[in-house]
């Protein structure tokens, strides 16, 4: 199994601020990666996907990608309460996804 | 129009019972796929359908574990003789298409615990 490396947290951030997410990943083939965010009790949730170097922006998340360096990060501008998560890194093990352990995100009032 | 929809949310079992997990994909998806996940953990790939093709069951931890979408629709998950272990959520997503490049949509799985 190809590793994929989260930070497990819990990053704690104020309201209004930026959060960073990171992943590194071992696999060098992986040319598609997603960003999932899973409420406590529930499912993923599917916010970013990114296939090409550089940065992707929808709307607070912008999903950066760095191939040759392996990384792949989320940061969440104007950080709300409601964006406390967990959020899962996953790029692809063939069709399937592999996912990370996730990162614990608690935004602070 | 509506998402990835599991049956039913939560099983209880006891150890030794058989169990049989529903999902039902997006319509028109081509794949589907099944995860473990454990708690505190990120899911866990079990299987993988393209229609009604069992194209990699490679996850499955044990010759306990069966799936099959034979009508290339509706997905069963079915557990034989459940132990302890086998605890944890099973989540079934869809895709459109057989691609890497392709987006999961999650069901919202189901919730498994053995006695």
């Known amino acids: 199994q190809k590793e994929v490396e989260q930070n497990s947290g819990p990053l704690s951030v104020p309201e209004g601020a930026i959060a960073s997410l990171n992943c590194t990943y071992s696999?060098?083939?992986?040319?598609?990666f997603f960003w999932y965010r899973q409420y406590s009790g529930k499912s993923p949730e599917l916010i970013m996907s990114?296939?090409?170097?550089g940065d992707k922006e929808d709307g607070r998340f912008t999903a950066q990608l760095n191939k040759a360096s392996q990384y792949v990060s989320l940061l969440i501008r104007d950080s709300q309460p409601s964006d406390s998560a967990t959020y899962l890194c996953?790029?692809?093990?063939?069709?399937?996804?592999?996912f990370g352990k996730g990162t614990s995100l608690l935004v602070t009032p | 129009g509506a998402g990835v929809s599991q049956s039913p949310r939560y099983k209880v079992a006891k150890r030794g019972q058989d169990v049989a997990l529903r999902c039902d994909p997006i319509?028109?998806?081509?794949?589907l796929f099944w995860y473990q996940q454990a708690l505190g953990q990120g899911p866990e790939f079990l299987t993988y359908?393209?229609?009604?093709?069992?194209?990699?069951k490679s996850g499955l931890p044990s010759d306990r574990f069966f799936a099959e979408r034979p009508e290339g629709s509706v997905s069963t998950l079915k557990i034989q003789r459940t132990q302890q272990e086998d605890s944890a959520v099973y989540l079934c997503?869809?895709?459109?298409?057989?691609?890497?490049?392709?987006?999961?949509?999650f069901g919202p799985g189901t919730r498994l615990t053995v006695l």
């Open positions: 997503a869809s895709s459109l298409f057989s691609s890497s490049y392709n987006e999961q949509f």
């Open positions: 996953a790029p692809p093990a063939g069709y399937a996804l592999n």
């Open positions: 990114i296939y090409s170097n």
């Open positions: 319509s028109g998806h081509v794949s």
């Open positions: 696999d060098r083939g992986s040319q598609s």
């Open positions: 359908f393209q229609n009604e093709a069992q194209l990699d």
